[in-house]
């Protein structure tokens, strides 16, 4: 551990003293000149009416959460209930060992190498359902919940909250499909460690289906923007908002300040990447449920503070979701916020949670899929709803802000509206940025590392590389003024989401086999159950 933490000290210290020495705008505009070509072509935006317009690559984004609804019959709905069975264990034992092997299934699981992995925990894979949720989540949940809905409220009106809560329903589908195909095409090494996510079924699964050079080509592309989507969206960006927030809350004066906090932020990361997935899991198991247990807890207080204002709070999301509420570009353009910051802001889609859900132990990859499904559940319907619903509910008398007029710094309005209820929670709001943007982090640099790892190759020293560049960029987005930093590595994360959704709608047939397969599953234990056949939950 000391020598790696001393490696990239030695590594960093150099490009620091540069960071520090030359100017944020210098580099920024430099940065600009290369990639403001490639930041356009993503978000390319199409005249949707005379005064909004929409990025086609959200349109791709959306219409194919829709699809995945449909063609899997609203997995969103019917799938609920079993995916919170599953992170509770209910079926752990047909997991592990397989209906056939329980109670005489007679549909096998073909294509399950269990053999080289049940010296490892009885199963392929190397966290739990549970694990792999939170691991997911920890990179979703985040600034975005915070800082991203009360600027789609700035812009768009409460309404705006409405189209929210659709995209992330719509955004459950994709997640699950997604999600499925991660653990179904996965490579176990030797050792038990997973390697999974699109690049994996974009090649394997196009090839079974006749499209092998296709199907390289896009999860090169892919690979190739998860590494960059991972250093700047994941990293640099999460570690500028939490650097400033904090020298913002303390009033911290100095100009190493970022710089300082940059490199407290490096070394917690640090201690928990070296570990790979499982020393992942292990933290983001604790850290997601609690920072986000706080959050809400704080949210519950407000509402409950304010009970008798919460419908009239969904009494104006409502008006507003389908009348404009004289918001610039009307209807339209309350629903093309609410749906861009709830699209944005689960991923769905994007195909990253895919990587982190692959490391899943189970024989089934419909089971992974179905608890991914989740996902969006909590970190748009749940945790972005109620941001929505405090700053609506405290701005009644519009007093911190004026809907229709965009703001800047999203964190400082739901700040203030925390503030309003229960005195100096911006203290506690700060820590929760800090966590957050911790958390996802620590995940982004494990999607990242996958794809450096199906492009560069799988070995130590391709991962120390990794982690020390990521680690550098940790600090540097927290010494440095971002700008069009932010907008490539932005453009870097949504450009995942076109060699991901055509991959995925292509594959829906394999996906729609093993829903079935695993519901299959599941019917057989239950119908044995009711036989007399003893559940081997307990035992196994």
């Avoid at 490639?38 to 086609?56: D, L, M, N």
């Avoid at 911290?252 to 932020?265: E, P």
């Avoid at 093309?336 to 024989?363: D, K, L, M, W």
């Avoid at 991959?503 to 599941?522: D, H, M, Q, R, T």
Wanted: hydrophobic share 50%.
């Amino acid at each position: 551990m000391k020598k790696y933490l001393l490696s990239f000290y030695t590594f960093i210290l150099p490009f620091l003293t540069f960071a520090q020495e030359s100017t944020s705008e210098k580099i920024d505009s430099v940065f600009k000149d290369y990639t403001g070509w490639f930041v356009e072509a993503i978000f390319y935006e199409i005249p949707f009416s005379e005064t909004y317009k929409i990025p086609w690559v959200l349109i791709v984004l959306i219409g194919g959460a829709l699809f995945f609804t449909i063609y899997f019959r609203f997995i969103n709905v019917t799938g609920f209930r079993t995916a919170v069975k599953v992170v509770r264990g209910k079926y752990e034992d047909i997991e592990k060992h397989g209906a056939d092997t329980l109670y005489g299934d007679s549909t096998p699981n073909e294509g399950q190498d269990l053999i080289e992995t049940l010296r490892d925990e009885s199963v392929e894979g190397e966290v739990s359902h549970f694990q792999a949720l939170t691991a997911a989540l920890s990179a979703t949940v985040g600034l975005g919940n915070i800082a991203g809905v009360a600027v789609a409220l700035s812009i768009g009106g409460p309404g705006a909250t409405f189209w929210m809560i659709v995209a992330g329903f719509l955004g459950m589908a994709s997640k699950f499909a997604e999600c499925t195909l991660g653990v179904k095409y996965r490579d176990v090494g030797e050792d038990g460690t997973v390697y999974g996510g699109p690049m994996y079924y974009l090649t394997k699964g196009l090839k079974e289906k006749g499209m092998t050079g296709f199907g390289k080509i896009l999860a090169v592309l892919f690979a190739i923007f998860v590494i960059g989507g991972s250093f700047g969206g994941g990293n640099m960006f999460q570690a500028n908002q939490a650097a400033a927030q904090f020298v913002k809350l303390f009033d911290l004066q100095s100009s190493n300040a970022g710089l300082y906090f940059g490199l407290f932020m490096a070394f917690l990361v640090a201690i928990v990447i070296i570990g790979g997935i499982k020393r992942i899991a292990k933290v983001t198991e604790k850290v997601v449920p609690f920072m986000a247990g706080i959050y809400v807890l704080a949210a519950l207080i407000i509402l409950g503070a304010n009970f008798s204002l919460i419908d009239d709070a969904f009494a104006l999301i409502y008006e507003g979701a389908f009348s404009g509420l004289g918001i610039a570009g009307g209807l339209v353009g309350v629903m093309i916020q609410g749906i861009r910051r709830g699209a944005f802001s689960n991923e769905a889609g994007v195909g990253s949670a895919a990587i982190a859900h692959s490391a899943v132990r189970t024989i089934y990859p419909a089971s992974e899929g179905v608890v991914a499904l989740l996902e969006p559940f909590v970190d748009t319907v749940v945790i972005c709803t109620m941001t929505a619903l405090v700053i609506v509910i405290t701005n009644f008398d519009g007093g911190f802000m004026e809907y229709g007029v965009q703001v800047k710094e999203g964190v400082e309005i739901t700040a203030q509206a925390f503030d309003s209820v229960i005195p100096h929670f911006s203290i506690i709001l700060t820590i929760a940025v800090i966590l957050f943007a911790l958390s996802t982090m620590i995940s982004w640099s494990y999607y990242g590392l996958q794809g450096w790892v199906f492009l560069f190759g799988k070995g130590k020293i391709s991962d120390l590389i990794y982690k020390i560049l990521f680690l550098f960029f940790v600090v540097v987005g927290a010494s440095i003024s971002l700008g069009a930093v932010i907008d490539f590595s932005d453009a870097m994360i949504f450009a995942m989401v076109v060699p991901n959704i055509i991959g995925v709608v292509i594959l829906s047939p394999i996906i729609n086999k093993e829903l079935k397969k695993y519901n299959n599953a599941i019917n057989t234990k239950h119908e044995a159950i009711e036989d007399g056949a003893e559940d081997l939950n307990e035992h196994l």
